[in-house]
């Protein structure tokens, strides 16, 4: 099992570009989620999915966009690229029974 | 006021050493994870605890429900063991199992 893969792992954009950032598991996962780590900061939540076609907002949703449309696909939509978005961005998924949470590599986003 | 807060923030220790990394919390949970990550970025899931204590090799984890904190102890500490430590709580009553983090320790073990 490859287990959470994301990519790319590293991306610059221009303030106001628009991009995806992947998220796949290959365990059969029901639970999925989209993180944002600020240096210094804990991770915040941006988006989860608790199963195919069922998404919430976390913590720190604005400026961003989800959708699942199958079980092992979790990508995360950026709009109109802000420098407050450059981050590192972790996927994450466990699952049902579980709470053990898988994260993947990370993506490192540079708005500039 | 952080509803997840670890101590101390920066932690440098000789090879050899006992760790403690502290995390407190000011919410009901129903689990408290303990999870590491690397100079490299990963993070990987070290413990999941609802109650007591659990060890796993070098590694010992405890929690005190009643007084809403929790502890990581390092044993014969290691350079390898140099990473940030991440406390991470799931709130109780129907949370999905989100998680809430702690800002991170990080460790430094010199030989």
């Known amino acids: 099992n490859a287990g959470v893969t994301q990519t790319p792992k590293f991306r610059i954009l221009k303030i106001g570009q628009s991009m995806t950032l992947q998220c796949t598991q290959d365990?059969?996962?029901?639970?999925m989620y989209w993180y944002r780590q600020d240096p210094g900061m804990g991770l915040k939540l941006i988006y989860y999915s608790v199963g195919a076609g069922i998404t919430d907002k976390g913590e720190v949703p604005n400026g961003y966009n989800v959708s699942r449309s199958t079980t092992e696909d979790f990508p995360l939509r950026l709009e109109l690229a802000a420098p407050s978005q450059t981050s590192v961005y972790f996927c994450?998924?466990?699952?049902?029974?579980?709470?053990?949470?898988?994260f993947g590599p990370g993506t490192r986003l540079l708005v500039l | 006021k952080n509803e997840v807060e670890q101590s101390p923030q920066n932690l440098t220790a000789q090879e050899g050493e006992f760790i403690t990394i502290n995390c407190s919390y000011s919410v009901g949970i129903s689990a408290l994870h303990w999870l590491q990550q690397h100079p490299g970025g990963g993070i990987v899931s070290l413990f999941m605890?609802?109650?007591g204590k659990k060890k796993h090799g070098r590694l010992i984890a405890t929690i005190n429900i009643q007084e809403k904190h929790s502890s990581l102890h390092i044993t014969a500490s290691h350079p390898r063991d140099s990473a940030v430590y991440i406390c991470?709580?799931?709130?109780?009553?129907?949370?999905?199992?989100?998680?809430?983090f702690g800002k991170g320790t990080k460790l430094s073990v010199k030989p």
């Open positions: 991470a709580v799931v709130k109780g009553g129907g949370s999905q199992g989100n998680l809430i």
């Open positions: 605890l609802s109650s």
């Open positions: 365990m059969n996962h029901n639970y």
């Open positions: 994450a998924s466990r699952g049902g029974n579980v709470e053990t949470q898988y």
